[in-house]
């Protein structure tokens, strides 16, 4: 394979084919490339149904990214989930396996789930969300990831500031003022974080990327999550604050109706409200750098097109000094 040729160049149709026919799936020819960028999925339709499942998703993941053995502990805890029905899709086992492996891919194979994003300025909905949340997170207490990292200040902002910089991946023009204002957000962010420990407050397996597009949305049975990929060790609250958005009065009141739902089936603890800016400020900082890391992933420039101009930068300037204004506010209550 020519050195410039991204790995996923060379998963074409036939790959995807090829490597389910290899485990006994046989797809009749019709694929629809889902909306992912850290992995390849493909929704397939089959010749003949496996396990009743006439479409299922193949889930090709980016190599070098996980160990098997961090692979395999998102698949055990979406089993666990699956065993306490919590509606979280987990992958199929196959042969006796779920991670399964074809010219140079790790690949699993998981039932096709319909729904939609689900509408969050209803607050019954958001309720909703919450219930199912406490439930994900009462099996997620129920024991730590062995291989799978915490999403902490180190993994999610100083090696991403530290690995922009050692890459030039800044303008120099903006350069000086993105890594000041960084350094200041950074800072209140390893305040919060240490006081988070000498609070004493826990840590569990998250879900770790429960934004509105993991969620699927059916009238009749509600929420059920998608995408463990990002499975971390971090606070409760990691899987609600993306849920939050416009400003403080709004995301005051969906913040209400979360917890109104999440208290119905386990206990939160308030103290981690003051996390919620400082972990919306770790997401922009890593964001960042995860484009600026994929981006010889030709689906990357052209899904990004506007990533890596000093406007982009500029505009991230701007957004850390927001989020350490926001940091100095008092936390939401609810």
Excluded at 194 to 218: F, K, V, Y
Excluded at 228 to 241: E, G, I, K, P, Y
Excluded at 319 to 328: D, T
Aim: charged share 25%; net charge negative; aromatic share 10%.
């Amino acid at each position: 394979m020519p050195e410039s040729l991204h790995p996923y160049e060379t998963l074409t149709p036939d790959v995807v084919l090829d490597a389910l026919a290899a485990i006994g799936l046989y797809g009749d020819g019709r694929l629809l490339a889902l909306s992912s960028y850290e992995n390849r999925v493909y929704q397939v339709h089959l010749e003949t149904p496996f396990e009743g499942h006439g479409m299922v998703v193949a889930k090709f993941y980016r190599p070098a990214r996980w160990t098997e053995a961090q692979v395999l502990e998102e698949h055990a805890f979406a089993a666990e989930l699956a065993a306490a029905e919590v509606p979280a899709v987990a992958p199929l086992a196959i042969e006796g396996r779920t991670l399964h492996r074809h010219a140079g891919f790790d690949f699993s194979v998981s039932p096709r789930r319909g729904g939609r994003r689900p509408e969050l300025d209803d607050l019954a909905v958001l309720e909703w969300i919450g219930r199912f949340l406490a439930r994900l997170h009462g099996v997620g207490a129920a024991r730590p990831f062995a291989t799978r990292p915490a999403l902490d200040v180190q993994a999610f902002g100083r090696e991403p500031h530290d690995w922009l910089l050692a890459h030039h991946a800044i303008p120099l023009e903006v350069q000086a003022e993105w890594e000041r204002e960084c350094q200041l957000a950074l800072a209140q962010v390893d305040a919060a974080f240490a006081e988070a420990d000498a609070r004493g407050l826990a840590r569990l397996r998250t879900h770790g990327d429960c934004h509105p597009g993991n969620i699927l949305w059916t009238p009749d049975a509600g929420p059920h999550f998608v995408d463990l990929d990002d499975a971390r060790t971090s606070f409760a609250v990691q899987d609600l604050w993306m849920l939050l958005d416009g400003d403080r009065a709004q995301r005051q009141r969906q913040l209400g109706a979360l917890l109104d739902g999440y208290e119905q089936m386990r206990e939160f603890d308030r103290r981690e409200l003051a996390l919620v800016e400082p972990l919306r400020t770790l997401r922009l900082v890593h964001y960042s750098a995860w484009l600026a890391r994929r981006w010889d992933d030709p689906a990357f420039p052209q899904a990004f097109p506007w990533f890596g101009t000093p406007d982009y930068w500029r505009d991230q300037v701007l957004m850390l000094k927001e989020q350490g204004e926001a940091m100095a506010e008092p936390p939401l209550v609810a």
